[in-house]
Nanobody
């Protein structure tokens, strides 16, 4: 059974930084693409960032490009999201996700419907 556990959320002032972690267990971590999504109250889940199994290919949502960086350490079964220059509009619950090896085969996936497993989420609050 795949398990994903996010950590690192919290309260930060605008302009500050946070690093989220997603620890995976239950299968070989290095084989699968992964991603980060977020959901603010009253809004739909939004794509934040995605990475290929190796970390060599990445993709970002337009609202976070240039400020966030996704990475993974396959030896530690952990994915990260470094968030810099945070804005109040970044306030949301952040989720990590992964998927089974199934078609379509792509380097990374930006649609939440393409993911099969989700963590419980970690709250990020950015104060103005």
């Amino acid at each position: 059974q795949v398990q994903l556990v996010e950590s690192g959320g919290g309260l930060v002032q605008a302009g500050g930084s946070l690093r989220l972690s997603c620890a995976a267990s239950g299968r070989t971590f290095s084989t699968y693409a992964m991603g980060w999504f977020r959901q603010a109250p009253g809004k739909e889940r939004e794509f934040v960032a995605a990475t290929s199994w190796s970390g060599g290919s990445t993709n970002y949502g337009d609202s976070v490009k240039g400020r966030f960086a996704i990475s993974r350490d396959n030896a530690k079964n952990t994915m990260y999201l470094q968030m810099n220059s945070l804005k109040p509009e970044d306030t949301a619950v952040y989720y990590c996700a992964t998927r089974d090896a199934r078609p379509p085969y792509k380097n990374y996936y930006s649609d939440s419907r393409e993911y099969d497993y989700w963590g419980q989420g970690t709250q990020v609050t950015v104060s103005s």
